[in-house]
């Protein structure tokens, strides 16, 4: 409840975070596209469904995670009532974000992915022949997220 100039109180809905929404297609169509293959994941689904045990961990604000080169921050550059913003994390909207976004996955989990694990984007599925293989399969990615920071939800 706020008080108006009145002297009555009125129920109200006070900001206390912002959302921001930036078009992003006129950077996107200067922007030189970048031909990273993304997984089909019908195809990721497959190699999982062929083994009996298998778990799910989902990327926390997945793109977010991923630092903004300082040459290129400029290029995110926003302006609102409280001042002019650039994004140090890749954003949601630009072009090349997806296929970005799975190339660093791809990086980081070279050597257990169609192995141990699938990664669909920031969708991770870890698997194993038995409970006690899932369970050391999902350790060993545990600990690469915690080497790599990469946040899970």
């Not at 975070?17 to 930036?22: E, L, N």
């Not at 045990?53 to 302006?79: L, P, R």
Request: with cysteine; charged share 25%; aromatic share 14%.
């Amino acid at each position: 409840m706020v008080q108006n100039e009145k002297g009555e109180e009125i129920v109200t809905r006070l900001t206390s975070s912002w959302r921001v929404c930036i078009d992003y297609r006129k950077l996107n169509a200067v922007t030189r596209k970048y031909h990273f293959p993304l997984p089909f994941i019908d195809q990721v689904l497959e190699r999982v469904s062929g083994h009996p045990f298998y778990c799910f961990m989902d990327g926390y604000s997945g793109y977010f995670q991923i630092e903004i080169d300082v040459e290129d921050q400029e290029k995110t550059t926003f302006t609102c009532p409280f001042g002019t913003y650039a994004y140090r994390r890749m954003p949601f909207g630009l072009y090349n974000a997806p296929a970005t976004f799975q190339r660093c996955m791809l990086s980081i989990f070279s050597d257990m992915v169609e192995r141990i694990m699938e990664v669909f984007m920031d969708d991770i599925t870890i698997y194993g022949g038995t409970f006690e293989e899932c369970l050391v399969n999902l350790e060993a990615v545990l600990k690469r997220c915690i080497e790599k920071d990469l946040v899970l939800n």
